[in-house]
């Protein structure tokens, strides 16, 4: 039984399940950001210790199937090497976590910013989505509309 407990979370699996597992997030954030449910589930820290879970499973997997983890600082070297880590499918999921991982917590960021200086919900709706997509241009524009509604720029906060 654990043998096919096993089996089924292949880094295919892991994905689609990381895909359809970060919707219900992403769906609180957008329509129900004001419940107390959003606040205990989305903008707190459990999904950062799902998603850290996940990076620990990957992480052993990797390991145990004889990844050098010294050879993944090669990254660095030039885009042959990036190119060449990431030919890795376990490392691209590693790298997949880490992109819904933060992606996620900038849309967190946004949601209880935008309820901490009472700006209307529908500013923030449309860079919430492009957060979602492109996680550091949707906090650019959210920043740029924060800017224009509380008519001050906040560079430290």
């Known amino acids: ?21 970060v919707l219900p997030f992403w769906f609180m ?3 129900f950001s004001q419940t107390k449910i959003c606040k205990i589930f989305v903008t707190s820290i459990f999904p950062i210790l799902i998603f850290a879970s996940v990076d620990l499973y990957l992480i052993i997997e990797i390991y145990k ?10 990254l660095y070297l030039g885009m042959d090497e990036l190119l060449n880590i990431f030919s890795n ?11 819904l ?3 996620l917590f900038c849309g967190c960021w946004i949601v209880r ?14 860079p919430l989505i492009i957060t979602y997509f492109i996680g550091p241009f949707g906090l650019c524009i959210y920043w740029l509309f ?7 720029i906040d560079l430290y906060e």
């Open 65 to 74: 199937n004889g990844f050098n983890f010294l050879d993944t600082f090669n």
């Open 29 to 31: 954030l957008l329509f």
């Open 146 to 152: 924060r800017i224009f509604y509380s008519k001050r």
């Open 1 to 21: 039984m654990i043998e096919q407990i096993y089996t089924y979370f292949s880094i295919e699996m892991i994905f689609l399940w990381l895909n359809l597992g």
């Open 101 to 103: 991982a933060i992606n």
């Open 89 to 99: 499918k376990s490392f691209v999921i590693l790298f997949w976590v880490h992109f």
């Open 113 to 126: 910013d935008y309820q901490k200086i009472n700006m209307p919900k529908f500013l923030a709706f449309s």
